[in-house]
T-cell receptor
Framework: AQSVAQPEDQVNVAEGNPLTVKCTYS??????LFWYVQYPNRGLQFLLK??????LVKGSYGFEAEFNKSQTSFHLKKPSALVSDSALYFCAVRDSGSGGGADGLTFGKGTHLIIQP | SQTIHQWPATLVQPVGSPLSLECTVE??????LYWYRQAAGRGLQLLFY??????ISSEVPQNLSASRPQDRQFILSSKKLLLSDSGFYLC?????????FGPGTRLTVL
């Protein structure tokens, strides 16, 4: 079985400071990892993914994430936070050996990111 | 490009009434389709997925059902809504690896 943990319900960061949203995962095989962002009453927007290759993945809106296999982590980062980054962020995982997507993604519970002006 | 539509955007229904939520996808063929429920603005729970017309897999036992009458149409239904069915319902389809989500339907059962 696969699982995702987002240990922080909420992260508060001052505008202009770097931000990190934590995610750890568990899969039996190799992981496919994803970050999504959700604004109030909206669907989830895809930010970035790690499938294979470089451990540092760059995505939309200046976000990046670093895959760390030994720590089974995939933390989301941004060098300089904007107030408009305030939203709910989800980490998700799928086992690369699962049936081509039919199993769906397993999501973490989400982390509220609040950027203070 | 691919687009995913959901309607209605919001719905308020009394307990015991029926439900039908619709999801359609444009710009792709034979997609894997998914229904998720999000309670209280937090985590997502996978309810159903479909790999083709008439093929539905249920992830959790519940008061809801799903159908896929056409390749790019996915419907979530209930014969009698419960208070616990309230939530934000999201439809998604599978890209190459990631999933892409529709705008969601906010369902309130009173």
């Amino acid at each position: 079985a696969q699982s995702v943990a987002q240990p922080e319900d909420q992260v508060n960061v001052a505008e202009g400071n770097p931000l990190t949203v934590k995610c750890t995962y568990s899969v039996s095989g190799n992981p496919y990892l994803f970050w999504y962002v959700q604004y109030p009453n909206r669907g989830l927007q895809f930010l970035l993914k790690y499938i294979t290759g470089d451990n540092l993945v760059k995505g939309s809106y200046g976000f990046e994430a670093e895959f760390n296999k030994s720590q089974t982590s995939f933390h989301l980062k941004k060098p300089s936070a904007l107030v408009s980054d305030s939203a709910l962020y989800f980490c998700a995982v799928r086992d690369s050996g699962s049936g081509g997507g039919a199993d769906g993604l397993t999501f973490g519970k989400g982390t509220h990111l609040i950027i203070q002006p | 490009s691919q687009t995913i539509h959901q309607w209605p955007a919001t719905l308020v229904q009394p307990v015991g009434s029926p439900l039908s939520l619709e999801c359609t996808v444009e710009g792709t063929s034979n997609p894997n389709l998914y229904w998720y429920r999000q309670a209280a603005g937090r985590g997502l729970q996978l309810l159903f997925y479909s790999v083709g017309i008439g093929q539905i897999s249920s992830e959790v036992p519940q008061n809801l059902s799903a159908s896929r009458p056409q390749d790019r149409q996915f419907i979530l239904s209930s014969k009698k809504l419960l208070l616990s069915d309230s939530g934000f319902y999201l439809c998604a389809w599978n890209g190459y690896n990631e999933q892409f989500f529709g705008p969601g339907t906010r369902l309130t059962v009173l």
